[in-house]
């Protein structure tokens, strides 16, 4: 080995070969276990290395890579402190394997010799913070995890993890550091050389395609379910050409992506319930769960195609949603081969579908009106949220920006057109989300109008002293909209589902749900030195959205609004 080998240690080598398989960033919480990877990175200037972003929570710097994967589809690196790291890291994991996000998670492990080996335990911590199984504590959200043993098996264990993070269904996986290994010279020969591993993407069979077009295209009463997305860009134009051609009606069931524009003639509204009941075919795009088992189902004869990475979502222990064809594949070229199967039906279906088209069209402009009506603000000036989802959509379109919801704007009364414009939290509810992600996302396009809006419980949870740090410290003009209810309001409304005439319901204070008296946000951000204004009347939120936004684009720094709505 040469002397410039034997300088590179493992935990350098590792950033290396992530760079090489084009990671761009590592979001970094460092510990007593990274000395070797600052002594590398220093030693190496950032040459050959993801850039590093310094990030004083863990959950944020794992919502970082996910609002990253999201803009870029590219997987980005987390790197964490021993157990305690990763144990703040373990929700980000929660809401990156529901998202089928894919990471690298990587933590130290607290070194195992107490003497006589460089870079083993010199303080009480050390100690302290040993576990028999650390990697438990993340094993059920990723998808492989292992503990590097070797500095030689560097390049190997990196292009197995990114390759098996990115196969179909992708997600996040989980690499253990002890830091006597990150401290040994590793070789350098291998680092800068192509990825070893491709990942897998599987398809479905052609049988299945034709059998899939054939009962869509002579179905009557046809009903597409989405909930997270079409696959994108390509997905989500390929979509709205399948529905005008077909008349196929589109229902977004608790989305948190945007699968349809909002005013495609064919989007249908977010109960399911009452074109489900009575459809004879039901194509579920991508959907955990397409409709409330408790509330509705398809009738008996109806039969039930899901697409997407995992249709069947494997990783989920109980899920009964019936799946008479399931297509496993990328979303959209799965739809795309939909779409070319079903052309050879369309001459024998064209009257018919024309028929459905134009009834379609009409009924579903009415109750999309009537939702829209519904959320004008209430006659004292006062702001719900759908008056604030109403009006911070039409400034998102005004300025062509994407929307972040966590318990923050509703889809239902909102006006978006385009394709990744608007994102909502993972169905695990791992709370703190959403500002992180959207500092993911804005970090990948800098020039991106980015509006992170969250209930104020979810803003609390995100840690927001770290999250205005990162934004100043990155340059990341970020829009962040809290909307202040100063109660949990999710746990209310799950209340009085439960208990429609409990006591709960009737008491004048929810017992457990208040959030108040609510802290002056605006302080909060102006720490980090954001422009910050408190809204309290509904006329006076869209000339603050503005001078926020001016702020961003003239100023090139963070902006914070904190709104005063009423309970839902």
Known sequence: MSTSDRSVNAGIALLRRFKQLGIDYAFVNSGTDFPPIIEGVAEAGGADLPELIVAPHEHAAMSMAHGYYLATGKPQAVMVHTNVGLANAAIGAINAACDHIPLILCSGRTPVTESGRFGGRMNPINWGQEMRDQAALVRETTKWDFELRFPEQVTDLADRAYAIATSLPRGPVYLSLPR????????????????????????????????????????????????????????????????????????????????????????????????????????????????????????????????????????TPVRGFRADLALPGDTAETLGRLAAALEQHYAARADAVAARHAALTSSNAKARQARYDSAMPAADGALTKASAAKIISECAERHDATVLSELGCPLSFMTLTRPNSYFQEPHSGGLGWGFGTALGYQLADRDKLMIATMGDGSYMFANPVACHQIAEAAGLPLLTVVLNNASWNAVRMATKAVYPDGAAARANAMPLTALSPSPAFSKIAEASRAYAERIEAAADLPDALERAIEVIRRDRRQALLDVAISPD
Request: with cysteine; net charge negative.
């Open 180 to 315: 006597e290994v990150l401290c040994e010279p590793c070789p350098s020969d291998a680092l800068a050389t192509p990825p070893t591993l491709a990942a897998t993407v599987p398809a479905p069979r052609q049988s299945d395609i034709d059998a899939a077009a054939e009962i869509l295209a002579r179905a009557e009463r046809p009903l597409i379910i989405g909930q997270r997305g079409a696959g994108g860009a390509a997905g989500f134009a390929t979509l709205a050409e399948l529905c005008d051609r077909w008349a196929f009606p589109v229902v977004e069931f608790w989305p948190n992506q945007l699968t349809l524009a909002t005013d495609h003639p064919l989007q249908a509204g977010y109960d399911p319930g009452p074109r489900l009941v009575e459809a004879d075919a039901v194509l579920v795009i991508d959907a955990l769960t397409p409709w409330a088992p408790h509330e509705h189902a398809p009738p008996a004869d109806c039969p039930v195609i899901q697409i997407g990475q995992d249709p069947l979502f494997g990783r």
